[in-house]
C-alpha cells in the first residue's frame, strides 16, 4: 500500500517510511491510498468473532499488503490483550469503556500496536531510539506500549510538577527499555529539546531516532478496531443501529471511528464533543476552521486549539463540507457542565466517568434525546480513561471515595527512577550519548 500526503506535496511513502518517518516533508499528513470495505459477511457474522478476530480482519485489510497475515496475527494478539466492553448506562445508551489497559487510557491501542509494528519492520540487530515529550498521557501510554520490545529504547521527558502524581508514577516506573528524564522547565521545552535533538546531526548519526508521535498513521489503525467490536457486542443485545460520541482534542480518535465506517461499518451518526476548545463544534456549524490557543479545562486531555488530525478528518469525509455534515455533529461544554454532568449520572445510576468521557455522555444524550432513532438504535459514547487518573477532579465532584484499581496500585507503589536536569540541549545531549554508549556496551 502507499500512503499520501494530505498536502500532496511530499512524495508518496511505503508503510515503513511513513511509520518510521511520521510526518511527510510537506507536514501534511499521511494517509493510505485506498481503504477497502470488509465483504458484507464479515459483518453479518461479527457478533459471532472475538475483539481479537476484529482486530486481524480491519488490520489485515489495511496492511495485508506489506506484513505477512501471520505477522499481523501475532502484532494484533499482543497489541490488543485487554478488552474494550460496552456498558449500560441508561435506556439506550452504553459505554465504551477504553481504559482496560496498562495505562488506563484509549491511548493504549494506538501506542501498543504502534511498537509492535515498528519491532516488526526492524531490522534484526538494528536499534531505534524513540524520543518523547509528553504532558502526562501520551508518555506513559508510549512507555508502557514499547516497554519490553527488542531493539527499541525510550526516553520521555516531562516538565517537573507538571504532570499528576499519578502520571508521574507511570512515566517513572517502567524501568528495563524506558527512561525518564524530569526537565526543570514546561513541556513546551521538552518538546523543544526533543525538535534540537532530531536536528542535531551528532545525534542522529549515533542514534536511530524516531518520535512516537500521536499523528503516526499506525496509531490511527487500531482506533478503529473498538467501533466495530462495540457494533458487535450491541447486535448481541438486539440492537441494529448505533450512534457514536467521541470525546476530541486532536481527533485521532474520530478517525479512527470514520476509517471503521469507510470499511463497511454502518453508523447513523458521529458525534464530535469538546470542551471549550470547539474550534471543530464550531466548523461543523459555519464551516469556518479558525485555530485557537488553547484553554486549560478540567478535560485537559482535550485542551487543543489547533487539532492535529483536522486534515485527516476532511479527508475521510471526501473533502466535503456537506458529507462531513451529514456524517458528524458537534457539540461543546464549559467545566460546570461536565462537573454537572459527572454528578447527575453517578448520583441516577452510580456509574463514575472522568470529565472527558462526561462530555462525550451529555453530547450523546442530548443527541439521543432529540431525535427519534426508534427502539433498535443504540447510542455508544467513547470512555476514553478511567475516572481515577482524573481522581483529584472527580472524587469531590461526585463526593464519593474512587477505588484504585490493582494495576495501578502496583505502580503508585514502586521507586521513583528519573533523571532531573535543567532544560539545556547540551546536558540533554551529553545525557543520550552516554546513554547511547551504555546500551551498546
Ligand atoms: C487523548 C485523549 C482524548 C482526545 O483524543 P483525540 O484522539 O486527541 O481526539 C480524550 N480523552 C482522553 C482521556 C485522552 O487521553
Known amino acids: ?20 518517518k511520521g510526518l511527510p516533508e510537506d507536514n501534511g499528513l499521511y494517509m493510505p491510498e485506498t481503504i477497502a470495505k470488509l465483504p458484507q459477511e464479515f459483518f453479518d457474522n461479527i457478533e459471532n468473532l472475538s475483539f481479537q478476530d476484529i482486530a486481524y480482519e480491519v488490520t489485515n485489510t489495511i496492511l495485508g499488503g506489506d506484513v505477512p497475515s501471520e505477522e499481523i496475527r501475532k502484532i494484533v494478539d499482543d497489541a490488543v490483550n485487554f478488552d474494550a466492553p460496552i456498558v449500560k448506562v441508561v435506556d439506550q445508551i452504553y459505554s465504551l469503556e477504553l481504559f482496560h489497559g496498562p495505562t488506563l487510557a484509549f491511548k493504549d491501542f494506538g501506542a501498543r500496536f504502534m511498537a509492535r509494528l515498528m519491532s ?5 540487530g538494528e536499534n531505534l531510539h524513540i524520543l518523547v515529550a509528553t504532558s502526562g498521557d501520551t508518555g506513559s501510554a508510549v512507555a508502557q506500549g514499547f516497554f519490553g520490545v527488542e531493539g527499541i529504547q525510550v526516553t520521555i521527558l516531562y516538565p517537573q510538577g507538571k504532570v499528576s502524581p499519578i502520571q508521574e508514577q507511570q512515566l517513572t516506573t517502567n524501568g528495563g527499555n524506558i527512561k ?8 513546551d521545552d521538552c518538546q523543544r529539546l526533543v525538535k534540537e535533538a532530531f536536528l542535531d546531526p551528532e545525534l542522529s548519526e549515533a542514534l536511530n531516532l524516531t518520535s512516537a508521535n500521536s499523528i503516526n498513521i499506525s496509531r490511527l489503525i487500531p482506533q478503529s478496531f473498538y467501533y466495530f467490536n462495540a457494533f458487535a457486542q450491541l447486535k448481541r443485545e438486539g440492537f441494529k443501529k448505533v450512534v457514536f460520541c467521541t470525546p476530541s482534542g486532536n481527533f485521532g480518535n474520530l478517525c479512527g471511528g ?26 461543523l ?6 485555530p485557537k490557543t488553547s484553554i486549560s479545562t478540567i478535560s485537559n486531555a482535550m485542551d487543543v486549539g489547533n487539532p492535529s488530525n483536522f486534515p485527516r478528518l476532511l479527508e475521510l469525509t471526501g473533502n466535503s463540507y456537506e458529507k462531513l455534515i451529514k456524517r458528524i455533529s458537534g457539540a461543546w461544554y464549559s467545566d460546570d457542565d461536565t462537573e454537572a454532568t459527572m454528578k447527575e449520572v453517578y448520583d441516577q445510576t452510580q456509574y463514575v466517568m472522568c470529565p472527558h468521557t462526561a462530555i462525550a455522555y451529555k453530547a450523546l444524550k442530548e443527541y439521543m434525546d432529540g431525535n427519534d432513532l426508534g427502539k433498535k438504535t443504540a447510542g455508544v459514547f467513547l470512555s476514553t480513561a478511567h475516572p481515577v487518573k482524573f481522581v483529584e477532579i472527580v472524587e469531590p465532584v461526585i463526593n464519593k471515595k474512587i477505588e484504585i484499581p490493582q494495576r495501578l496500585q502496583e505502580i503508585i507503589d514502586r521507586p521513583k527512577e528519573a533523571t532531573l536536569m535543567p532544560a539545556d540541549f547540551k546536558q540533554f545531549k551529553k545525557y543520550l550519548m552516554a546513554e547511547t554508549e551504555l546500551v551498546k556496551s
Open 258 to 283: 470514520l476509517i471503521a465506517n469507510r470499511m463497511g461499518l454502518k453508523v447513523e451518526n458521529f458525534i464530535a464533543a469538546t470542551n471549550s476548545n470547539k474550534v471543530v463544534p464550531v466548523y
Open 285 to 290: 456549524k459555519t464551516e469556518v476552521f479558525q
Open 1 to 20: 500500500m502507499i500512503y499520501y500526503s494530505t498536502k500532496r506535496q511530499a512524495e508518496e511513502a511505503s508503510l515503513k517510511k511513513a511509520l518510521f
Open 120 to 124: 516488526y519492520f526492524l531490522d534484526k
Open 180 to 187: 525518564a528524564v524530569e526537565i526543570e522547565g514546561t513541556f
